[in-house]
T-cell receptor, first 115, second 113 residues
């Protein structure tokens, strides 16, 4: 079966612009989580969506937002981009969260560079 | 609070030798522990997990990990390293109620021929 698909793979934006990243989960998965990976901060949780509802949010400013559609696809938006937003953004999908052994599959990520 | 520590930024090992990548954790409640591997410009690939049961967990590509509750550790091991094992390894603890992972800082494994 198809894995988690993130588009685009690479993106270059200018400071002050906004960007939207997309994540298509594995078919049947209803939970999508987003992570930011940077050399300095490592992997940090952004937020998690389940059945179109945001259930959890990490410690990021309001410039970072997301949503999930009825087909479970998720988008992440970053407004007023800063140089420090340059990172690899990873999404992961899962059937849900109430079972410890639910798989959690990551996409290949979107590499965002802010110049 | 949940946290994961990987005390080594880098581990160097010769091909054919055993390898260990260390991980310690701090969780309230039952720990659900995972290891992931990341190759350059790629996402995270699942290696293995501990949910319950046997303390020795076997995973993909010949890796295994030992859950030690008294030492709150979950070290990743492989009996014989391959050059192709060179990558970035992350230990993580999963908080079930929030479907959220806390990741360690990562350990870069270098396997030399």
């Amino acid at each position: 079966k198809a894995g988690v698909t993130q588009t685009p793979r690479y993106l270059i934006k200018t400071r002050g612009q906004q960007v939207t990243l997309s994540c298509s989960p594995i078919s049947g998965h209803r939970s999508v989580s987003w992570y930011q990976q940077t050399p300095g901060q490592g992997l940090q949780f952004l937020f998690e969506y389940f059945s179109e509802t945001q259930r959890n949010k990490g410690n990021f400013p309001g410039r970072f937002s997301g949503r999930q559609f009825s087909n479970s696809r998720s988008e992440m938006n970053v407004s007023t981009l800063e140089l420090g937003d340059s990172a690899l953004y990873l999404c992961a999908s899962s059937l849900g969260s109430d079972r410890a052994n639910y798989g959690y599959t990551f996409g290949s990520g979107t590499r965002l560079t802010v110049v | 609070a949940q946290s994961v520590a990987q005390p080594e930024d880098q581990v160097n090992v010769a091909e054919g030798n055993p390898l260990t990548v260390k991980c310690t954790y701090s969780v309230s409640g039952n720990p659900y522990l995972f290891w992931y591997v990341q190759y350059p410009n790629r996402g995270l690939q699942f290696l293995l997990k501990y949910i319950t049961g046997d303390n020795l967990v076997k995973g993909s590509y010949g890796f295994e990990a030992e859950f030690n509750k008294s030492q709150t550790s979950f070290h990743l091991k492989k009996p014989s390293a391959l050059v192709s094992d060179s990558a970035l390894y992350f230990c993580a603890v999963r908080v079930i109620s929030f479907n959220k992972f806390y990741f360690g800082s990562g350990t870069k494994l270098n396997v030399k021929p």
